[in-house]
């Protein structure tokens, strides 16, 4: 009866393709067509720009609290941009590069950080849910969705976002483990950004990667350079095909870093080091991507100078059209609305009750 | 018309929908090849398949987190939690998500799910098992609470939840599970969720209650009649939330005396909420003070002392005449 080591079923690998320094490994590179490099590109730009000016507003009061993307748009673009807009993302509360590649127009974005609900709502024709803010919770979402999908007899997965501090909550492990159960077509994508507010990964687990939990429940798992868009898609797209053809779920862990706050209401000075901050912003996703595409020749100085003038005006434009908005929307009784498919009479009562008090309020 | 218990009447519910209807699905722990603990889904598994009839990881969480996946996909997934005692692990799911994601996303997407929970005391299980706390579930904006009172409603209650476009708990009565029969029909039937039924008509007393007690209270209600020559109107609540209170204060106008009997804790409980509301509609039409017969506010006790914390029909005739002395 000798002890024996357990041959598991999968391995955990690291991808990365295009490095910082700007090496690439030409066998691994996914094909991708110029048109969709380039939308890929001016996504990333866009949100970056779209982060900064929404910090901006946020410090003048213009806006409450939101949680940056900075530093995370290539995990972001790379692993949405591997689906299709016939399969559903299902995102936690950071995926403002991923939403704006689906489609999601700034307008809304501004008008839910601006506190109204009405920006909440995902367009008609896209197939994402709204941010989910308590961490983790999402998760299992993706993998119900996945099941009707599944069910139904479609080829569609569902492709969910969450952070490295989202593998400590039980909803991580419940829901991946109900996708292994059930096969389902899921994708997890962990970004992993380090920071969990104020707390590390190393406080969050002690495992060497969190793409090996994924080992735990008999599922692949793959961790990647999550500043390398062209790694982040290419493993995402595996694991996209995997799910289309019945294999199941797949978690890719996106190596990468928050470089602005968690939220605006926190202050990351207080407890991580300047070095370290300083340290990635050389790994810069965006700095990356563009030396690839410039060596290319899809790109020149002068577009990249181009393309950032035109997302600036994009977004003061946004602000805009938010601000005409908001004025139009507003009132308050709204609240009242799309709680139930009918109003029963007690919530009808105290909407009238609402509307009195505001028109007392009102003189 | 067959004689069914309540278990028997949820069984065909389920069963009935599921053939009517291919989106309906039932998820949770045992559910499936074992029929259920207490064989609600009996059967169903060998006729429907383990696709449509899910036996879940112990998980409570993720069994409300992946109906509500479901449910926003267009399928109709009914789920079980073994006891409400075990529900809190996914309390968070239901708060956070399924009660709101109609409204956070302005209507774009809706939960038609129904999760079904036993609860309450009365079958001498351990601790745990025997809660009344469906107040959790009313607090919350965005649900509906549905509590049954025997085979029959239970079955038409049942259907209608599952054919309800949004998140419905529902509550069953371990203690009347198999107590007694009443006939069913096999042909279709639905009860309206948010209206509450009159029991047994009287014009002296308004009793309110729901569930498993309503059969204590209609025990009271005779009693009453026999010895002290009062005659109690019965209102079997059915739908806790939204509360019915248009039927509570036609019978409170009438009747001008109320006792309340609940299960569930004292403090902040449903009784707390009725007598709010008929304070606010029917005050001046009251002649006495509001009795409530209710579950003591202490951790619901091991079985060996159960009876003694569950309203039993000399506590309910005490309230009563109390409602009535002043």
Redesign the interface.
Known sequence: MPRKKIKLDHQIENLSILNEKGKLDKDLVPEIDDKTLLRMHRTMVLSRRFDEHQLRWQRQGRIGTFAPAKGQEASQVGSIAAIEPSDWMVPSFRETTAAIWRGTPLTGLLLYNAGYNEGGRIPDDQNDLPIAIPVASQISHAVGIAYAMKCRGEKHLAMTYFGDGATSEGDFHEGLNLAQVYNTPTVFICQNNQWAISTPREIQTRTKTLAQKALAYGMPGLQVDGNDLLAVYAATREAADRARKGDGPTLIECVTYRIEVHTTADDPSKYRSEEEVEAWKKRDPIVRFERYLKTKKLLSDDDIEGIDEEVIKEVKGAWKEAEDQMKQLGDPVDMFDHLYAERPPYLEEQRQDMKQSLEARRG | MAELTMIEAINLALRQEMEKDESV?VLGEDVGYEGGIFRTTENLYDQFGK??V?D??M?E??I????????????K?VCEMQFSGFSY?GF??ME??VAR??????????VPMVCRMPYGGGVRALEHHSESREVYYAHT??L?IVIPSGPRNARALLVSAIR???PVIFFEGKSIYRSFREEVPDEEETLPI?ESQVVREGGDLTMITYGALTHRALEAAETLSEEDGIEAEVIDLLTIS??D??KLSESVRKTGRVVIVHEAHRSFGPGAEIIARINEKSFFYLEAPIQRVTGYDVITPYFAREQDYIPDTSRILQGARQALSA
């Open positions: 699905f696709e449509r899910m879940t990881p998980a969480s993720a409300l987190g992946m109906s509500l996946g479901m449910a926003v996909y267009g399928l997934p692990f968070h799911q956070s998500q994601m109609r409204w956070r996303s302005r209507g774009r997407y809706t904006p965005g509906k309800d476009p949004d948010g939204p509360l209170d248009r």
